[in-house]
């Protein structure tokens, strides 16, 4: 229940929230910005150590674990802060076009990226599935756990990307 839609539609009422109200102060955008960004780093970050040490596991094996977002009660903020740092990054898009934000998002690096960015989002699951198997069948095996993990991901990152490519030029155009 908690991942349907029916469940989720404060995400809906941040999206809403945009052009409905205004923001004045930059440093209220920017430090909302900030401290979503950093509490969702570290409140995953934490939990995924938790589960690395618990299960003997490296962190970025733990990482992506759905027991990462579920452990400590976890659930309960995690999508909220979520949607708070969306609502902060899209104002500021939206309203501050000059901004470093800005800037940085627009950087002819991420306009590729742009195109394709949904259709990694579809077709993750597929590659992280495909990475994990790659992953522990192979991987951890011959070489040291932290530079498997940096291998893996770089793999399952770039074979997303450029399947995401290809659907959006063959298919999605």
């Known amino acids: 229940f908690y991942r349907s839609s029916f469940f989720q539609f404060d995400a809906f009422f941040y999206g809403l929230l945009i052009p409905l109200i205004r923001i004045e102060k930059r440093y209220i955008l920017y430090a909302g910005y900030f401290i979503s960004l950093l509490l969702m780093i570290l409140s995953q970050s934490y939990n995924a150590v938790l589960i690395a040490d618990e299960q003997k596991i490296s962190f970025w094996s733990a990482i992506h674990l759905p027991t990462v977002i579920y452990s400590n009660n976890q659930f309960m903020y995690m999508n909220t802060l979520y949607n708070i740092f969306g609502f902060f990054l899209i104002y500021i898009m939206i309203n501050d076009p000059k901004s470093l ?73």
């Open 101 to 173: 934000l800005n800037k940085f998002y627009n950087a002819k690096v991420f306009r590729p990226i742009g195109k394709v960015i949904y259709g990694m989002y579809v077709y993750h699951p597929v590659f992280a599935l495909l990475t994990l198997a790659l992953y522990y069948g192979f991987l951890v095996k011959v070489i040291p756990n932290i530079l498997a993990d940096i291998i893996a991901i770089a793999i399952c990152t770039t074979a997303t990307y450029y399947f995401a490519k290809l659907s959006y030029y063959k298919f999605e155009i």
